[in-house]
């Protein structure tokens, strides 16, 4: 079991990365419910990421989707994001809102199509080249949605070619981050529906492609800790895409639905090295706040994430093998049980004192006044939505 002291030191290096499009209106294919104060360009989008760091101390990088994030000028737009003490992130790909993508993009029949979306992923690794991003997370929607609409195996050769091309224009320390999920929008086929597709890509490609666990993307009752702990073994998990799902990829605040299932991941986390000072697995929110204010929904996401994290470092792990080498299943689960059933609120309320950061961020925020001054502020011009 860690000490206080050591999960503090760990709590220093956790960073949770929250994404740009969560600041701006979103919602469902029903409705999309507007707020005051939404940001109307990136640069705005930055400015609310930085009140989230300034709160929380744990979200210094905003990932950003391209083309929802495109500016003129991408050396300006990082140094926006410092003077605001943030860092632009994890750049996001979009090859699945052009008309052309009907059919899929990377895998899709027409070789021109292909080209196209290979060269909007090279735009966005020439994006990466300016911000100083590291990671080009692709999320692709491809897939079918009915039999013999096209063949499932060369669709994979194809995706494998798109991938190849792409993969060999990085550079330095950028990495391929290959996203899965399991259907939607395609019904039928979805060409990388899972963990073990996307790795077996990630194998074929080299060692600076990882997989991409997106905790909304699974079908029920899969068991995501067992797929972190596969890929940490293989030291193939790159990043988590954090959110929370009741049904499907329902983008809710993480652990929000089940948050025992997120202590489960981050315990797993944990014991396989995921902690570890120079971790290569980032850690992301991926969520859309459709009901809730936007800037308060990433904080409390932030606070969830870091409460998981608190308790799955506090599992006695001399205790725990103890228990499981001697066969006594109670006993291992008990283990587990006491550390989840721990109350780390008033250990991270230390913690962000030892920082300088108010010991509620929740409270803090709201006291701020800055949703009020943002609603005074924003009025006028197009407010970025879900997309834009």
Known sequence: MASKADVKKVLDRLQIETPSWAYGNSGTRFKVFGQPGVPRDPFEKVEDAAQVHKYTGAAHSVALHIPWDKVEDYAKFAKHAKDLGVVLGTINSNTFQDDDYKLGSVCHPDKKIREKAVRHLLECIEIMDITGSQDLKLWFADGTNYPGQDNISSRQDRLSE?????????????????????????????????????YAH???????????????????????????????????????????RFYADDDLIVGAADPFQLFRILHEVNINGGFDVGTPVSFVLDQCHNIEAKIPGQIRSILNVQEAAAKALLVDQSALEAAQ??????????VL???????????????????????????AFKASGYLKKIADSRVGGNQAGWGA
């Open 337 to 363: 049980m006491d550390a989840y059933n721990t109350d780390v609120r008033p250990l991270l309320e230390e913690w962000r004192s030892d920082k300088g950061i108010d010991p509620n961020p929740m409270k």
């Open 162 to 198: 798109s991938l190849h091309e792409t993969y060999s224009h990085l550079k330095g320390n950028q990495r391929m981050l290959v996203e899965y999920k399991f259907f939607e929008p395609s019904f039928y086929t979805t060409d990388i529906p899972d963990w073990g597709t996307s």
């Open 325 to 334: 080498a001697a066969g006594d299943v109670l006993e291992a689960n008990g």
């Open 202 to 244: 990630c194998l074929q490609l080299g060692e600076r492609a990882m997989v991409c666990v997106d905790t909304g993307h699974h079908a029920p009752g899969t068991n995501i800790e067992f797929i972190v702990a596969f890929l940490l073994r293989a030291k193939k998990l790159g990043a988590f895409d954090f959110n929370s």
